[in-house]
């Protein structure tokens, strides 16, 4: 028998587009007994009109099935609140009431309004599990999201490509969503047909995303990050400014870097306490050498000097300019094995 559909449901999520994804997926997964849902949107930096609570409550025309959302609907009065609860206790089968709680997140919990959560419709839809709650993308999930995106839109990237463009990109669903059909265009316009495929008649090959082809991104520094980490590992100083000199948006560089210095140092750690570390076979040799020279103590002084480099930058004791100008000179002469400057 087939699981019926929830009488009402609160989506607590600070991102719109995941917001969006969730409820798109709820219709599709319950469909009306006929027809398609008729969709209503309202808006809580507004009280509901009288056409609200008419779909709310009463039957509409033809049977017709409704799905009503209410956007940001944390913003609505104690009042009205109170009006909507009495509403919920008598549910029309017609209807499917949405409450998108578009609220921040504090301490892995949302923030929602005492007036809302004390309301009898919203414990209920509680223990009867009708609350999806989503914390939106942080640093640790956004790498997840990229993966599954990409996947569903059949993208591939380089495993370079995918670490930049992860951490340069904004915490943010529909950023991500932008750039990554942005992306499924470059390498689209990108795809080169093969003999093969003119004697068959397929569709051109389709070309891996690169670093090259993240770069195209408003959010990505035009600097090449992955040749600024390799001059640094190299010791090879001249060359590292010469690429930061590329950048014209240092803040956005600075905090990209320390993203991927970050990761390197954990992969280096790794390598140097003897754990299974993937590396790509052309750098595996010298990852292992670099780990040995460095030590516990050249790893453990590499990692203050990126930690401290963006809490001069916050803490405003250094402009992001000076702060990347630091780092890179300190990891350079670290990873060359030369004395502190």
């Given amino acids: 028998m087939p699981q019926s559909k929830p009488g009402f449901t609160f989506l607590v999520c600070p991102d719109s587009q995941l917001l969006r994804t969730y409820l798109r997926e709820q219709l599709a997964a319950f469909p009306p007994a006929s027809g398609q849902w008729e969709r209503h949107v309202y808006w809580g930096d507004e009280e509901p009109p009288p056409r609200f609570w008419e779909q709310l409550a009463l ?39 949405f409450f998108c709680l578009e609220v921040n997140w504090e301490k ?19 223990r009867q599990g009708w609350i999806w709650r989503h914390e939106g993308l942080t640093e640790r999930g956004i790498k997840r999201h990229v993966q599954q995106r990409a996947a569903a839109l059949q993208l591939s990237f380089e495993p370079d490509a995918l670490e930049q463009f992860c951490a340069a990109v904004p915490p943010d669903a529909l950023a991500i969503e932008n750039e990554l059909q942005k992306l499924t265009l470059l390498r689209n316009a990108g795809g080169v047909r093969s003999p093969e495929d003119t004697a068959t008649g397929n569709a051109p090959a389709l070309k891996t995303i690169t670093t090259a082809m993240t770069s195209t991104g408003s959010w990505s520094p ?79 002084e590499s990692m203050a000097a990126i930690m401290d480099a963006e809490w001069q930058v916050k803490s405003g004791r250094r402009t992001p300019e000076q702060s990347l100008e630091f780092l890179a000179a300190r990891l350079t002469c670290l990873f060359a094995g030369q004395p502190r400057a």
Avoid: Y
């Fill in 59 to 97: 039957p509409g025309l033809f049977g017709t099935a409704r799905a009503l959302v209410v956007r940001q609907a944390q913003l609505w009065p104690a009042a009205v609140w109170k009006n909507v609860s009495q509403a919920l206790g008598r549910p029309s089968t017609q209807c499917w009431p």
């Fill in 108 to 126: 892995g919990q949302p923030k929602i309004p005492a007036h809302i959560a004390k309301l009898r419709c919203m414990g209920f839809a509680d």
């Fill in 222 to 300: 035009e600097c090449n990050i992955f040749a600024c980490i390799r001059h640094m590992e190299a010791g090879n100083l001249a060359a590292v400014w010469k690429e930061l000199a590329r950048s014209r948006d240092n803040d956005s560089l600075l905090f990209s870097l320390l993203a991927l210095l970050a990761r390197e140092m954990r992969l280096l750690w790794q390598t140097w306490a003897g754990e299974k570390v993937r590396l790509h076979p052309s750098e595996a040799g010298f990852k292992r050498q670099l780990a040995l020279r460095l030590g516990p103590r050249g790893l453990a």
